[in-house]
């Protein structure tokens, strides 16, 4: 059975996002190694234009990501967003040349049967460098980018054919990012949703005079 080199093998997730970038490498590699890495828990593919980033995330990382995740689905709940979500999907392209996986990634509304990409990609940035990922998700027409980086969050809207930066999504508008950020830290995850929904439910009541 074909294994990842092991370099890839042994990387480890417990200090910090680990990375490797190959160079030269053809889209039937970059198709086998998702085949392999398959039956290998924990290492995300990125592939643009011969270049392919293999990264295993650190503990934090994925913590991270998950408590973001919690968030954004209590924010559609309490909202009545349909959301959709579809964790760490590959979503590629052999005519673009591209494939990612996202942290997180979401439909929203009703999905396709079967779509072709995301409405929304969220990446945890953890370690600085790798691939250019707003370049690869705009080959793949992913509408909008989410980065969780410095203690805060950045969006990307696609417009055309480059994604621009905003202060809040384009697709929920409504979500607040500062309340949310407030609850990316301290507490449980757990404790964290539920005092993030508390606040929501708060700013929908009436203020009196």
Not at 177 to 182: Q, Y
Request: charge should be negative; charged fraction near 25%.
């Amino acid at each position: 059975m074909a294994t990842l080199p092991a370099s890839v093998r042994h990387l480890d997730a417990a200090h910090g996002d680990q990375r490797v970038r190959l160079h030269d490498v053809g889209w039937r590699e970059y198709e086998s190694l998702l085949t392999i890495r398959g039956e290998q828990s924990g290492v995300r593919l990125t592939y643009l234009e011969g270049e392919l980033e293999l990264m295993t995330p650190s503990i934090e990382h994925e913590a991270l990501k998950t408590r973001l995740a919690r968030l954004l689905e209590a924010y559609a709940e309490e909202r009545g967003i349909e959301l959709e979500g579809y964790g760490s999907w590959t979503v590629k392209s052999e005519d673009r040349q591209r494939g990612a996986e996202a942290d997180e990634c979401y439909v929203l509304g009703t999905p396709a049967t079967s779509p072709q990409a995301p409405d929304l990609a969220i990446a945890v940035v953890w370690t600085s460098g790798g691939i250019d990922k707003l370049e690869v998700y705009r080959g793949l027409g992913v509408a909008e980018v989410w980065f969780w980086r410095d203690g805060g969050l950045r969006f990307f809207i696609l417009q055309g054919e480059r994604h621009v930066g905003a202060t809040r999504s384009g697709l929920l508008p409504g979500l607040d990012p500062e309340l949310l950020a407030r609850f990316m830290t301290g507490a449980t995850q757990t404790q964290a949703v539920r005092a993030y929904r508390a606040a929501l439910r708060d700013r929908e009541q009436p203020r009196s005079n």
